[in-house]
């Protein structure tokens, strides 16, 4: 294997990297969010326009993806990152104290803060997946894919019980010292395993980017006519629409799915919580069937990346539609269907990744944190929206329809439908590698084969 591409080594310090990213976000849009909610009995749309806010500023990602490749490395955009998000938390944290005390001049740092959390998360985790789909080989997309998400939640899981522990009993100085300290611990960790992981590429990795004329006019271009050309990719539209769709689908579903099962089916408060553990376990076995079913000693005999995104969506459609049957009938199976639909998300999500990383290239060397950006953004603006979108159009049908039931069978129809949809834009897109022909400049238009829907 050439000697600058990732081994399970490097994957794993990419998987650390992940994990100290979604540690401070956990405890800025969780943590924060309950001691707004109790502890200064603040409303609880404030926390959730700041998140959906640190969303909105991730619109950003394409920008940034460009920033990396006109530098041609990932490195400081990924520690940078972590940095700008680091500081984002500290603030946060400082910033809901403030808000005891001045809540106007509190929430205004508050959201000065979380657009310091939107711009790092996209700095670090855009440039991250660049580098992946530049470094990872083919076959171990899949399983690096899942390796890394897989490492997220636990950094998800361990912080969150860790700083639990830390502030409770509460105090606004035990809250400011552990998010500080949180923050220091996860730029250092990010900084150790940054360390000499993006070695210059060996000589055939660079092939295609070896035309003097081709690397010239990438360097020339500014981000507006970077972005038109990736936009111009009939493969990078497809897949924005089918990342938009599936995540807003997968999103929007979220927050309706406790009170579902508490308002229908009587379930307690804590039973919910199990429900929702019993969904992402389905999650977690759908990731891992994929990174088996991706991995070289199973070679493709289990189906290719892109059958299991269609197919992850087309199962998730159904298992969505099966809700619409629990909102229907008390009798449906409703565990069952929440472990079913927790595997076709997992299944579908992690293709994804591993299609995403595939994709990046194919249009051409050079572009590859740009076209990440464009797919992050989307990914970005459905999780925010969708969230508003579900609990929006459970309010609506309520309204509208005036019975809990058929309220809530309507809301999994229209989401069902919007997997479905995913599943169709899916099928769009190639399943094998493109075949490309070598770069180079023709007057002036650089010549890229293989693009297709």
Not at 46 to 63: D, E, N, S
Not at 320 to 325: E, H, K, N, R, W
Not at 328 to 338: D, F, I, M
Not at 377 to 402: E, K, N, V, Y
């Given at each position: 294997?050439?000697?600058?591409?990732?081994?399970?080594?490097?994957?794993?310090?990419?998987?650390?990297?992940?994990?100290?990213?979604?540690?401070?976000?956990?405890?800025?849009?969780?943590?924060?969010?309950?001691?707004?909610?109790?502890?200064?009995?603040?409303?609880?749309?404030?926390?959730?326009?700041?998140?959906?806010?640190?969303?909105?500023?991730?619109?950003?990602?394409?920008?940034?993806?460009?920033?990396?490749?006109?530098?041609?490395?990932?490195?400081?955009?990924?520690?940078?990152?972590?940095?700008?998000?680091?500081?984002?938390?500290?603030?946060?944290?400082?910033?809901?104290?403030?808000?005891?005390?001045?809540?106007?001049?509190?929430a205004l740092m508050a959201w000065f803060s979380f657009s310091l959390i939107g711009l790092g998360?996209?700095?670090?985790?855009?440039?991250?997946?660049?580098?992946?789909?530049?470094?990872?080989?083919?076959?171990?997309?899949?399983?690096?894919?899942?390796?890394?998400?897989?490492?997220?939640?636990?950094?998800?899981?361990?912080?969150?019980?860790?700083?639990?522990?830390?502030?409770?009993?509460?105090?606004?100085?035990?809250?400011?010292?552990?998010?500080?300290?949180?923050?220091?611990?996860?730029?250092?960790?990010?900084?150790?395993?940054?360390?000499?992981?993006?070695?210059?590429?060996?000589?055939?990795?660079?092939?295609?980017?070896?035309?003097?004329?081709?690397?010239?006019?990438?360097?020339?271009?500014?981000?507006?006519?970077?972005?038109?050309?990736?936009?111009?990719?009939?493969?990078?539209?497809?897949?924005?629409?089918?990342?938009?769709?599936?995540?807003?689908?997968?999103?929007?579903?979220?927050?309706?799915?406790?009170?579902?099962?508490?308002?229908?089916?009587?379930?307690?408060?804590?039973?919910?919580?199990?429900?929702?553990?019993?969904?992402?376990m389905g999650v977690l076995v759908g990731m891992l069937a994929v990174a088996g079913a991706g991995?070289?000693?199973?070679?493709?005999?289990?189906?290719?990346?892109?059958?299991?995104?269609?197919?992850?969506?087309?199962?998730?459609?159904?298992?969505?539609?099966?809700?619409?049957?629990?909102?229907?009938?008390?009798?449906?199976?409703?565990?069952?269907?929440?472990?079913?639909?927790?595997?076709?998300?997992?299944?579908?999500?992690?293709?994804?990744?591993?299609?995403?990383?595939?994709?990046?290239?194919?249009?051409?060397?050079?572009?590859?944190?740009?076209?990440?950006?464009?797919?992050?953004?989307?990914?970005?603006?459905?999780?925010?929206?969708?969230?508003?979108?579900?609990?929006?159009?459970?309010?609506?049908?309520?309204?509208?329809?005036?019975?809990?039931?058929?309220?809530?069978?309507?809301?999994?129809?229209?989401?069902?439908?919007?997997?479905?949809?995913?599943?169709?834009?899916?099928?769009?897109?190639?399943?094998?590698?493109?075949?490309?022909?070598?770069?180079?400049?023709?007057?002036?238009?650089?010549?890229?084969?293989?693009s297709s829907s």
């Open positions: 294997m050439n000697a600058s591409l990732f081994g399970w080594f490097q994957i794993i310090r990419l998987g650390l990297i992940q994990a100290c990213l979604g540690a401070v976000v956990v405890v800025t849009t969780s943590t924060l969010n309950r001691i707004m909610v109790v502890e200064l009995a603040l409303p609880a749309l404030l926390p959730g326009f700041l998140v959906a806010w640190h969303y909105a500023v991730q619109m950003v990602r394409p920008r940034m993806g460009f920033g990396a490749d006109k530098g041609q490395r990932s490195t400081p955009w990924m520690m940078g990152g972590m940095l700008v998000l680091g500081l984002g938390g500290v603030m946060a944290a400082w910033a809901t104290v403030w808000m005891a005390e001045e809540p106007f001049y509190g998360v996209s700095a670090c985790g855009t440039s991250l997946l660049t580098l992946m789909a530049k470094r990872v080989p083919e076959e171990r997309r899949a399983p690096a894919a899942t390796t890394v998400w897989l490492m997220m939640i636990v950094g998800f899981a361990v912080t969150a019980g860790v700083v639990g522990k830390l502030i409770d009993p509460y105090s606004p100085q035990i809250l400011l010292q552990v998010s500080a300290g949180l923050s220091g611990v996860t730029a250092l960790i990010t900084a150790l395993c940054l360390w000499g992981l993006e070695k210059p590429m060996d000589a055939a990795v660079e092939q295609l980017t070896s035309d003097s004329l081709a690397k010239a006019r990438l360097q020339k271009q500014n981000f507006k006519e970077a972005f038109k050309e990736v936009w111009s990719e009939p493969a990078a539209r497809t897949f924005t629409v089918f990342v938009f769709m599936s995540m807003l689908a997968y999103s929007a579903q979220d927050l309706i799915l406790e009170p579902f099962a508490g308002a229908v089916h009587g379930f307690t408060p804590g039973q919910t919580t199990q429900l929702s553990g019993w969904h992402h991995s070289r000693w199973v070679a493709g005999r289990l189906g290719s990346v892109q059958s299991w995104m269609v197919g992850g969506c087309l199962f998730s459609a159904l298992a969505t539609f099966g809700l619409v049957s629990s909102a229907l009938s008390a009798e449906w199976p409703l565990k069952a269907n929440v472990v079913f639909l927790g595997v076709a998300n997992g299944a579908f999500s992690i293709a994804a990744i591993a299609t995403m990383m595939r994709l990046a290239g194919e249009g051409g060397a050079g572009r590859e944190g740009t076209r990440m950006g464009l797919w992050g953004a989307a990914q970005a603006a459905a999780f925010g929206l969708g969230g508003l979108l579900g609990t929006a159009a459970s309010d609506l049908a309520h309204a509208l329809l005036g019975e809990q039931r058929t309220a809530y069978a309507a809301v999994f129809g229209m989401q069902a439908l919007m997997f479905a949809v995913s599943a169709a834009v899916a099928v769009r897109l190639r399943a094998g590698p493109t075949q490309r022909q070598s770069l180079r400049f023709d007057g002036p238009v650089l010549l890229k084969g293989g």
